[in-house]
């Protein structure tokens, strides 16, 4: 019965939550100056390829390269970016502005 009720409170909690989709934050008119390079490697290194690193990683998968990032931009922007904090987990979060600019990276293509 206790299982029960968890499953159900967690159920509850997440039906209350509400994630900003990458469809809702267009490419800003004049592009990013944002790159693989310049912002998404280093962001990817300190904040999350300690769980997504592949093999030895905690997840399966792997935000080692531009390529496999772009490939899941979507679901990394509705937990990641912007607003979206469940990833992460941790004391160790990126601050609000390198999830901004990550949600703008991502909406841009990942460049």
């Keep these: ?11 509850a909690g997440l039906a209350a939550c509400s994630w900003e989709d990458m469809a809702d934050y267009p490419c800003p ?21 300690s769980c997504h690193g592949g093999p030895n990683g905690y997840s399966s998968r792997a935000f080692t390269d531009v390529e496999t990032v772009r490939a899941q931009a979507a679901d990394i922007f509705r937990n990641a970016a912007r607003d979206n904090t469940t990833m992460p987990p941790g004391p160790s979060d990126p601050p609000k502005d390198a999830r901004y600019q990550l949600g703008e990276w991502l909406a841009c293509g990942a460049p």
Excluded at 1 to 11: E, H, I, N, S, Y
Excluded at 29 to 49: E, I, K, R
């Design 29 to 49: 008119p004049g592009g990013t100056a944002l790159t693989w390079d310049n912002f998404g490697h280093g962001f990817f290194q300190s904040y999350c390829v």
């Design 1 to 11: 019965m206790k299982r029960l009720l968890v499953v159900l409170a967690v159920a």
